[in-house]
């Protein structure tokens, strides 16, 4: 008991004895909380969509990036551009698992050698049309747009069609 003086001390302690001992509200307060964190968490699990396979699209176009890099670099020294050697050789190592389409040369002789792919390992030219200093290209009701500049120039687009959806990577 708590040692009092007067009667104002007295309706204070008891008060605060009071407020001490009352703890069904605070029971009730957490155990509503325990519920609705179960109850969203039920749903946000059946909610949760499933995860999709794995596409392989944007690791290659960044290896794609790194490579012909190199091999542009190579060519500035050397002055030979092996542009058929050098894309077969990438398409053989993605395995044909994904398509990919180049546009490769130099802007003062670009011609429609210049824009291929390699299905079944065979190299097939793509149609685009030409405005200028721009190559335009339509993949699945998609049209790409690519800026052809002075000296070499080397573009792709990846594309891979996977459970239903369509992943693309482009430099």
């Known amino acids: 008991m ?3 003086r007067g009667k104002a001390s007295s309706c204070l302690a008891q008060a605060w004895s009071r407020q001490r ?9 957490l155990a509503a909380i325990v519920i609705i964190t179960l109850i969203v968490g039920v749903f946000t699990i059946t909610n949760f969509s499933k995860k999709k396979g794995d ?3 944007y690791d290659l176009g960044e290896e794609l990036k790194i490579e012909s890099g190199k091999f542009l670099d190579r060519g500035a020294v050397t002055g030979n551009y092996d542009w058929d050697s050098f894309t077969s050789n990438f398409s053989n190592y993605s395995k044909g698992k994904i398509d990919i389409i180049y546009i490769v040369g130099n802007r003062s002789v670009f011609n429609s050698n210049n824009v ?4 079944n390992m065979t190299k097939q030219l793509i149609a685009y ?3 200028g200093d721009y190559i335009n290209i339509t993949i699945n009701k998609t049209d790409y747009k690519f800026k052809l500049k002075e ?3 080397f573009y792709f687009i990846i ?7 369509r992943y693309v990577a482009r430099n």
């Open 2 to 4: 708590i040692k009092t």
């Open 21 to 29: 001992g009352d703890k069904t509200g605070q029971f009730y307060l």
């Open 55 to 57: 596409s392989i699209v």
């Open 116 to 119: 291929y792919r390699y299905p």
């Open 129 to 131: 049309t030409q405005t």
């Open 151 to 153: 000296g070499q120039n």
């Open 159 to 165: 594309s891979q069609e996977l459970e239903g959806e």
